[in-house]
């Protein structure tokens, strides 16, 4: 039986991705902050009589995402690993900027390497990314940076360091960022998508960025377009690749999207 690990999917997007995935034969770790909340959707799932586990995984918390990298330890390894763990927060300062690369970039790459053993020979690991994370609100300079081949996990960091240092200092329009931390952090997601894509080039595993739309959640509001499995559909199709699907991509709806 295959495994998959979903963060944040105790609601929203990473609740239908869970459930989703378990319909289709995974033995899935939903996960998320809050303990109550995550025994009460797994609970829920296997009154489904879906194969669902539940845990706590804090993506902001070293020690948590390390204590479930153990507890992972003595299950079969991971063949889908689903990034979906995120957060918006109001307002717009350095404090914000900070919190918000934290949980979306951050959080991504530490639960990425803390599972990366556990991951099996032909893993798909997902990033659920937005189209606000898409680089054409930028400027052409920073654009270079971020799509530059030789980019790397450092640089991408020394990115987040700049957009941070930029929104303290109240220059980040001159610096060439999209005044709105959301964006900025799912653009350095997009591109550890591409510098994890390179790490793996001649094994059998993917990593793909998907952007699922407008979708009817807590953060995307009773207005949006899409709904919840709508949403789910690419995310789910991107973690089940098989060995000749694509790997390095930004997709929305199983199609490629420019960064």
Not at 92 to 120: M, Q, S
Request: aromatic share 6%; glycine share 10%.
């Amino acid at each position: 039986m295959p495994i998959a690990v979903v963060t944040g999917a105790n609601r929203g997007i990473g609740l239908e991705t869970a459930q989703l995935l378990a319909n289709r034969g995974y033995r899935v770790w939903l996960t998320g902050r809050d303990a109550s909340q995550v025994d009460a959707a797994a609970t829920d799932l296997r009154r489904k009589r879906l194969d669902v586990h539940g845990a706590t995984l804090d993506v902001v918390s070293d020690a948590s995402v390390a204590a479930f990298a153990e507890r992972m330890a003595g299950e079969a390894p991971i063949d889908a690993l689903v990034n979906n763990a995120g957060a918006s927060f109001p307002g717009f300062d350095r404090d914000v900027a900070e919190r918000t690369i934290d949980a979306n970039y951050r959080g991504a790459v530490r639960v990425t390497d803390a599972l990366f053993a556990r991951l099996a020979p032909s893993a798909n690991v997902v990033m659920v990314s937005s189209g606000m994370g898409e680089l054409s609100s930028f400027s052409a300079a920073l654009r270079e940076r971020f799509l530059a081949p030789a980019l790397t996990r450092a640089r991408i960091d020394q990115l987040a360091v700049d957009f941070v240092s930029a929104v303290g200092r109240g220059t980040q329009a001159a610096a060439g960022f999209p005044s709105n931390a959301y964006s900025v952090s799912k653009a350095l997601m997009n591109a550890f998508t591409r510098v994890l894509a390179r790490e793996l080039e001649g094994t059998s595993k993917h990593v793909n960025a998907v952007c699922p739309g407008w979708v009817k959640t807590r953060m995307g509001g009773s207005g949006a377009p899409r709904s919840l499995t709508e949403g789910a559909s690419g995310i789910v199709w991107a973690a089940m690749l098989d060995a000749a699907g694509p790997s390095g991509g930004f997709f929305r709806d199983a199609k490629a999207i420019g960064w």
